[in-house]
């Protein structure tokens, strides 16, 4: 056995970071040539706080499309925590955690729901998270005519806008939460059992994994990446906003990052590095059409654009592997 077959195989770079650089580049030239400027530390902070709000919600859905499943419910989820969160401080410092605390429980627990309606009830989670999601935009418009409740100080100049030099203690709590993340994924049993789910539901059940617990898992965990997100948007609008979540299209627009950062939409293959980078590079797309104050239907129509070209490039890969 030669020296080369011990070491350990290299990964190659997801993709994404190729599209990624490719993007500021040209992005550059292009705001340059309009006269503006596309590296500096405003558009830099802009660009991250973006991505932070986005990405945590994409992580969490990273989670629940790797086990073969989804979540349409996590843009109603953002704005609900956004609510509890802010009128439960009500201005105070001295509520902030139990808050927290707070909005989280609420968050798994819708998590909870969304899982055992997949598991338990046997409903197409398409068809369930979209139905909790419609229940919880239905509270929330009979309930809320516009913000409520304050968030308290210390919680909006530290999440809110922090900073460590040009870059937002939000989008660093990003940064550790998809660490957290993509170690649940490679080192832990979780992680193992959560892809051969998403990868073949039968062969894992028939391999001792529990998958409706497993499935359970990971909605709860895709809520709780949902509410962590409500928690910082609350943190940035200093009060809780009820439309918050579906004016932001966080729902889809997390499912995308997670297709353009290689995750596969029937489970099993990806991970939250990929979804990482299709955030930044979905923040990176807002920042060049801002500095050229591009209309917000242009902004979609290239959007969707690029999922479909990654979904495209992604299905051809996988038909070359499967004729190899």
């Not at 940064?175 to 993340?181: D, K, M, P, R, T």
């Not at 500095?291 to 992604?314: E, P």
Request: a positive charge.
């Amino acid at each position: 056995m030669t020296t080369r077959a011990l070491l350990p195989a290299r990964r190659p770079v997801p993709g994404v970071f190729v599209a990624l650089a490719l993007t500021l580049t040209i992005g550059w030239l292009v705001v340059l040539l309009d006269g503006g400027q596309l590296v500096n530390q405003s558009t830099t902070v802009s660009l991250l706080h973006v991505a932070a709000g986005l990405g945590f919600v994409a992580v969490g859905q990273t989670l629940v499309i790797l086990g073969g499943s989804l979540d349409l419910s996590v843009a109603y989820v953002v704005s609900l925590s956004t609510l509890v969160a802010a009128e439960a401080m009500a201005g105070r410092d001295s509520a902030m955690l139990p808050a927290i605390g707070l909005t989280l429980l609420v968050c798994a627990g819708i998590g909870l729901l969304n899982g055992l309606l997949v598991t338990a009830g046997r409903i197409n989670a398409f068809i369930a998270t979209l139905g909790v999601g419609l229940l919880l935009k239905g509270y929330l418009d009979n309930g809320y005519a516009g913000p409520a409740g304050s968030t308290s100080p210390t919680l909006v100049q530290t999440l809110g806008y922090q900073r460590v030099g040009p870059v937002p203690v939000a989008f660093l709590l990003l940064l550790l939460v998809a660490g957290a993340a993509w170690f649940a994924l490679a080192r832990t049993r979780f992680g193992h059992h959560l892809l051969a789910v998403g990868g073949d539901e039968e062969v894992a059940r028939l391999s001792g994994v529990r998958t409706d617990r497993v499935r359970v898992t990971a909605h709860v965990l895709c809520s709780l990446c949902a509410g962590i997100a409500g928690i910082y948007l609350a943190s940035r609008l200093g009060s809780g906003a009820p439309r918050v979540g579906s004016e932001g299209l966080y729902d889809l627009e997390s499912i995308a990052a997670v297709v353009i950062g290689g995750t596969a939409l029937a489970g099993g293959r990806g991970g939250v590095i990929g979804t990482v980078g299709g955030v930044l590079l979905l923040a990176t797309i807002d920042a060049v059409f801002n500095q050229l104050a591009v209309d917000a239907f242009a902004k979609q129509v290239v959007r969707g654009v690029i999922i479909i070209a990654a979904v495209a490039v992604y299905a051809r890969r996988t038909m070359r592997k499967a004729a190899g």
